[in-house]
């Protein structure tokens, strides 16, 4: 062996030993590292457990709020915000309309030909355009007028396959999936951004005020027929294709749900009774906080670190924007106790909000013999590779604990709205009609486990026989949809002549 050959033997003959010394060390600073790993991991999924007991208590705690919502403005941490919508679309709608879709990371711009007399939608066009990340905490005009120049140019694109009726302005459904307190179908204030959104000179604002402006400025000649949060397009687009629908529940970046009340249940509308009797209104569920949720230190710690503490609390255990970061948290602790990674907290996975619910979706759905998503994850997210099969199968385990206290959480939010509209139980002898709930939103169109959690929790807590009377459908690009119809059946030009 030559000189340079026995220098590297003895320099890893060294690093060997310095190796199995950092390891003796660190199995004697921390005995029983695995055993602290599932320690942790029990007291978690002990404390995110949902029994058909809790969800009940969850849903009795709503009922009372959304009761209290409904008596006075202020009255309740949910909002039970008025649409002004109180008819729904009958298929009968015609012609050329547009609508904007402003609620997440992206945003959309449609047309929708309208057929009229049950012919339904005759031709139909959308772009999606993401927002850049400053333009959310940025200022209110920058943001409308990188909507609005999206929408001009969309709108100069309109092809001779599309008929606007001569002489008539244009028409727009505007669905805006923040709290707003609407002032009439076309108008109302914005009352707090949620969703990682933080623009503070649009709160307290007119939205179709700050919409319009930009219009003007970009000389784009449309005119606003309705303003509409996300769940009541939804509910909007579901029923101008199926009359059984009576409510709507997103479940995507954000949370939120919408149902058809009896005006006269409504203490606080102060206007003449709607002839329909009814009205739309909008939850803003995502507000909902009662102490009967299982929250957990995780939890507690992303709210005060978030946008909005204090706030949004039941959609912050349950939505796409948080159930990666839960995750996040929970690995962190493992990393930072009990060593899950080895003696040091790998950097990213101290970044906030760097593992999204795509990610846990696609592990928890990981259905290969050495777990190879979970492998693939991890390296891309964290640039951590020296993961076991063991500790894989922990971290497919939180992600469950963590999706299914959110899908069986939806499913007691969809108890209560049921059980207010009186559809939860079936009389002796009555033939009860099928209500249809629209369901929209990435998280449950996506995430089939969670999905799958939400609907048989809910059968759990109907019991068979009035489950068989509800049915949860997909109701995709339904809040844009519901917009363009809303706004042709509030269209100014309603009942003119052709
Ligand atoms: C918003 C709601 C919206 C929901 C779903 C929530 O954060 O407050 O207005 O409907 O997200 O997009």
Redesign the pocket.
């Known amino acids: 062996m030559g000189k340079v050959a026995v220098g590297i033997a003895v320099a890893c003959g060294v690093a060997v030993a310095a190796a199995a010394a950092v390891v003796i060390h660190r199995r004697m600073k921390k005995p029983g590292t695995w055993a602290k790993v599932m320690e942790i991991v029990k007291d978690f999924e002990e404390k995110c457990a949902t029994p058909v007991s809790r969800l009940r208590q969850v849903s009795d705690a709503m009922i009372v709020e959304m009761h209290a919502g409904l008596a006075s403005e202020g009255g309740s941490k949910l909002k039970m915000l008025i649409s002004y919508v109180d008819n729904l679309p009958n298929g009968r709608e015609k012609g050329l309309f547009y609508a904007l879709d402003l609620?997440?990371t992206n945003f959309r711009v449609l047309r929708l030909q309208l057929g009229g007399r049950g012919r339904g939608i005759v031709n139909q066009q959308f772009a999606e355009v993401a927002i850049p990340p400053s333009l959310m905490t940025g200022t209110s005009a920058e943001l409308f007028d990188f909507i609005v120049a999206e929408l001009a140019q969309f709108v100069a694109q309109e092809g001779s396959d599309f008929e606007p009726t001569p002489g008539r302005q244009r028409e727009l459904g505007f669905t805006f999936?923040?709290?707003v307190m609407q002032t009439s179908i076309a108008s109302g204030t914005l009352l707090k951004w949620?969703?990682g959104f933080n623009i503070n000179d649009t709160v307290g604002k007119d939205v179709v005020a700050e919409l319009t402006k930009s219009m003007e400025r970009h000389g784009l000649d449309m005119r606003v027929a309705a303003l509409v949060?996300?769940?009541v397009g939804t509910l909007a687009g579901g029923r101008f294709v199926n009359d059984d629908v009576v409510a709507a529940v997103?479940l995507?970046?954000?949370?939120?749900a919408a149902y058809i009340e009896r005006a006269n249940a409504i203490p606080k509308w102060q206007g003449p009774l709607p002839r329909s009797g009814e009205m739309v209104i909008?939850m803003?569920w995502?507000?909902f906080k009662s102490a009967h949720l299982p929250l957990t230190e995780y939890d507690l710690e992303l709210d005060a670190e978030s946008l909005n503490p204090g706030e949004?609390i039941y959609?912050k255990v349950m939505?796409g924007m948080y159930l990666g970061e839960i995750v996040r948290r929970v690995l962190c602790w493992l990393a930072q106790e009990a060593a899950f990674f080895g003696d040091t907290v790998p950097p990213k996975l101290k970044v906030p909000f760097i593992l999204g619910t795509p990610a846990i979706s696609a592990m928890h759905q990981d259905t290969s013999h050495d777990l190879k998503v979970v492998i693939n994850r991890f390296k891309e997210t964290f640039e951590i590779s020296n993961t076991t099969l063991k500790m894989r199968l922990v971290i497919v385990q939180i992600c469950n604990i963590v999706a299914t206290r959110g899908a069986r959480l939806s499913a007691a939010g969809i108890l209560s709205i049921l059980r207010k509209m009186g559809r939860d139980t079936i009389k002796e002898g009555e033939k009860r009609q099928r209500a249809v709930i629209g369901m929209d939103?990435g998280l449950y169109e996506h995430y089939t486990e969670y999905r799958k959690s939400l609907e048989s929790c809910l059968n759990e807590l109907l019991g068979e026989e009035v489950s068989g009377t509800i049915e949860l459908e997909l109701a995709s690009d339904g809040s844009g949809i519901g917009a363009a119809v809303l706004a042709a059946s509030h269209s100014l030009y309603l009942g003119r002549d052709d």
């Open positions: 609620g997440g999936s923040f709290p949620t969703k949060n996300d769940t997103i995507g970046t954000g949370s939120n909008n803003e995502g507000n949004q959609e939505s939103g």
